[in-house]
Structures are given as structure tokens and as C-alpha cells.
């Protein structure tokens, strides 16, 4: 018997060992000229990971569970550079190489000093998003937003980190903008960047508020989603996933549920890869995922896009934390497709355990 408690405890210190296995990703940063660049900002794109290059142009991050990383370098006067790295089951090693920035003439209507503010304006509406959240988060440096304007979309640049207070959920994020562009007359915001985290000091009361408010932020986000896709608990976590049957609106689904593993391909270790580049519905509903799935096959419009409902395609590789690779391909649409800077969390992010949620 002595044998047999002794045994368990090994197996169960195996596990727990084997859980905890971490990487490195380190590197070196260089120019076009095969210089090597000192104190270029080296980060992991929506995280709360970043340093800084040494003399010698090294970089390291340690204590990485094995998933899909995105390393960003960023100095001034150069084009940021960046490198998507899967760590699996041994340390990584990259160099991440600077190009001269190129200075691209746009058409320019700036206007007035009233004009730049509209634009503002603007640009703050659309890319903090539509929730609650985003009349809490603050852009503290609006003077680095370089805005123009063609056929009428607006256009913004900056030259460097844009700095966000979220009052929401207590984090200052750091967002180095690629593109950003605003259509009015079809409401359509496109932007893309690279952003990392650090989360702000508060009293007890207000950590406590923003640990509330990050956890309905989570709930029913594209990040709880692909962390319960490759966790395989979709159905238990209130996420319902549905096949498309028309490509215009209204909208059509079959109304029998799809059952996620069919979507996916586990066969490479740390990640699950989308077997389909197809739209799918997704909708979060707790009730709804805990009853009985009907017991013949109908087309039913969609109604809930507003609300809970997604469309989501991408053929993407996604590992445990919800990061993920080709992000270029990403299509979201509805309840995602609103939630913007303002709702985003870092993959460090976990949600308490044992709370009960809507």
C-alpha cells in the first residue's frame, strides 16, 4: 500500500511538472546592414511582455508555455518588424531584421484645428468600439494621429506607440498602428496593429472592479471561444457553433448544432488548426447550450447577430490561450466584430475559477 500512495504521488508530481514546462524565445535585432540594433523595443503582440534589446542587440522572454507567438520589434526611424514563432517542445531563437521606414504620400485634407478634432473624434469612436467600456478608455497622445483623407474614407498613421488608459478594466496599452481607415457613409472601420499591456495600480476597490469588469469582457469573447475550442468545452461554456447556409441577409443557419471537433485538426502538438476557411455562425448562449438540440434538420434565420452572435471564418492554428496565426485572414463579424480596444484582454489573462457567470 505504501507502494502504491508513494506511486501516486509520483505520477501526480509528473503531471503537474509536465503542465508547467516553459520555453524561451530569445533573439537578436539588426538593420538592413546586418548591424545590430541597441535599445529597439522587442515585444509579444497582446501581451504584457516587452524589453528592450541589449548592447550587443539580444533579446529574451522566458517562462513561455508552448502556442503561436507574434514578436513585434519597433524603433524610431525604422518599420516595425515582426515574426510569428511556435514554440513546441524546445527553446526558440530569431532574428528579427529593421527595414527603413518608407514615407508614403497620401491624399492630404487635414482641414482646421475644428476638423482635426471631428477627426479625432472619429477615429476614438471607431477604434475603441462600441461597448461600455470605451467611454472609460482615454488616448492620451492624440497630437502622434496623422490623418487623411481619400474618396471619402479617413485615413490615420502614427509614427510610434499610441497610449491607452482602459479606466474600464486597468490596463494602459501600448497600440503601434499599422493601417486605420473609416468609411462613413457604410460605417466601416478596417485597422490593424500590434499592441501590448501593463496593467495600472489601483486601490483594493478598484482592482476589484476591474477584475469584475475584465471577466464580462471575457465572457462570450473570440479569446473564451478558441480557449474552449481547444479545450474541447465549447458546449459546457455556453458557445454554440452553426453552419451557414446563404451568403446575403437575412441570414440562414441550420438549426442543428455542428459539433466542433469536426472544425478542427489536433494533430500537431499545442495547437488546433481550422480544418475549413469557411463563415460560420457562433452564438453564446448558456441557456440555449444546455438544452436538447432539436431532433430534425430546418433552416432558421438568424435574429441574435446583434446581440451574442457572430460570424467567424479563418483557417488559422490556435493554441491554448486563444493565440493564434494568420491573423490576415481573420474574418469577424456582429458581437466580435464590435468588440474592439476597449474589450481587448491580455493572453495572460485567466478568469477566476469557481465564479459564476451570465
Known sequence: MKHLFNLVIFCFLAVGAFAQTTYTISGTVKNGKGETMQAATVFIAGSEKATATDADGHFKFIN???????????????????????????????????????????EVNIGNKSQRKKYI??????????????????LLNPELLEFSTAKGVLKATTPNFLIIENNALG??????????????????????????????????EQQQKWEKKRQEAYEGSLMHYLRSLYAGTTRQEGFLLYKILNATFPMYIESIPIIPEQIVDRSEKSLITFKYNYRFYILYDKKKAAKPDPTRVSQDRVSDLDNYGSI?????RVDSRGSFTNY?????????????VADQLPWEYTPPKGVATN
Do not use: H
Not at 507567438?69 to 531584421?97: F, S
Not at 467567424?312 to 488559422?316: I, L, Q
Not at 490576415?328 to 474592439?340: P, S
Open 64 to 106: 513561455l508555455v508552448p502556442g503561436a507567438y507574434q514578436l513585434v520589434v519597433n524603433m524610431l526611424g525604422y518599420a516595425p518588424a515582426k515574426q510569428n514563432v511556435i514554440l513546441k517542445d524546445r527553446p526558440e531563437t530569431v532574428t528579427l531584421t529593421l527595414g527603413i521606414k518608407e514615407i508614403v504620400l497620401n
Open 121 to 138: 473624434k472619429m477615429f476614438i469612436q471607431s477604434f475603441m468600439g462600441q461597448s461600455s467600456n470605451a467611454k472609460y478608455c482615454k
Open 171 to 204: 490596463y494602459r496599452i501600448k497600440y503601434l498602428l499599422k493601417t486605420f481607415s473609416y468609411e462613413a457613409a457604410r460605417n466601416i472601420t478596417l485597422y490593424d496593429g500590434d499592441y501590448i499591456f501593463e496593467q495600472m495600480s489601483g486601490t483594493p
Open 312 to 316: 467567424f471564418r479563418t483557417d488559422a
Open 328 to 340: 490576415q485572414k481573420l474574418l469577424i463579424q456582429g458581437f466580435w466584430g464590435r468588440k474592439r
